[in-house]
Nanobody, 122 residues
Framework: QVQLIESGGGLVQAGGSLRLSCAAS????????MGWFRQAPGKEREFVAA????GGRSHSVEGRFTISKGHALTADLQMISLKPEDTALYYC???????????????????WGQGTQVTVSS
């Protein structure tokens, strides 16, 4: 069972930056595509960014957000120019790689972290 741990969340003023990190709680084998999602109170979980297993392909819904892939089960999300509407619980997710693709759907990822809170004040 893969367990993911997110870190790096916190309180930041609008216009500021944060770097979120995700890593597995224990050493794992295999290759994984990874993604970041977020969920604000009263809203559905939504896609933020995804990267394929080797970091060669990625996609983000915001030009302000950049995802990067480390070894195996590590992925960072660099966020700049943060806005109050970016406030949410941010989740990391992982999917065993079966192709060179990245994945944007919540339902495509079998493994999830517990989330890290990002709060952007105006």
């Amino acid at each position: 069972q893969v367990q993911l741990i997110e870190s790096g969340g916190g309180l930041v003023q609008a216009g500021g930056s944060l770097r979120l990190s995700c890593a597995a709680s224990a050493r794992t084998s295999g290759t994984y595509a990874m993604g970041w999602f977020r969920q604000a109170p009263g809203k559905e979980r939504e896609f933020v960014a995804a990267v394929n297993w080797n970091g060669g392909r990625s996609h983000s819904v915001e030009g302000r957000f950049t995802i990067s892939k480390g070894h195996a089960l590590t992925a960072d999300l660099q966020m700049i120019s943060l806005k109050p509407e970016d406030t949410a619980l941010y989740y990391c997710a992982a999917k065993p790689a079966v192709s060179n693709d990245y994945y944007t759907g919540v339902q495509e990822y079998p493994y999830w972290g517990q989330g890290t809170q990002v709060t952007v004040s105006s």
